[in-house]
């Protein structure tokens, strides 16, 4: 089974088409599952091996509800792959992250927790070759009526060719 679900929400011809969604919500994804294995990676990765993330017998004894807590930077990085479950551009070129303006991380992801993103379009411009958008995202974690990670980022999708 693939780590993420695939569940296009909107499917537009190219880059430009995104403009007419500005300040909408434009989808969200299926339900993610966070595993201990996938945490262990991304600290063997990271190099963040604090035993809130690994310990799991420690977990166990001092955590709420005794469970590790997935790294906020985990969420994060997860969120990339997400994206490209909500919007699908047929038209187009290459992509790239351009960074982010704001993140917080508002409540823990426990091991076993589900989580999904939904992605607003905050802003949108043309470029030359290429164009900016300015999203809005909100990680969910399952049973949890407020988001775990709010971030707004920005992308660059060129245009077709480019």
Do not use: C
């Amino acid at each position: 089974m693939p780590l993420l679900q695939r569940q296009t929400m909107l499917i537009l011809e190219t880059p430009q088409d995104l403009e007419a969604h500005v300040g909408k919500v434009l989808g969200h994804t299926d339900w993610v599952e966070i595993t201990q294995e996938m945490i262990d990676d991304f600290a063997r990765i990271s190099g963040d091996r604090n035993w809130i993330h690994i310990d799991v017998e420690r977990a166990r004894r001092e955590l709420p509800d005794g469970k590790t807590i997935a790294h906020g930077m985990l969420t994060l990085s997860l969120m990339s792959g997400m994206g490209g479950d909500v919007v699908q551009v047929r038209e187009r070129g290459r992509g790239i992250n351009y960074g982010s303006n704001k993140v917080r991380f508002t409540a823990p992801v426990q091991v076993g927790s589900r989580i999904r993103l939904e992605r607003t379009l905050l802003a949108f411009e043309r470029l030359d070759d290429a164009v900016r958008l300015t999203y809005g995202n909100h990680m969910f974690r399952e049973g949890l009526d407020r988001p775990v990670m709010v971030a707004e980022t920005l992308n660059l999708m060129y245009l077709k060719g480019k």
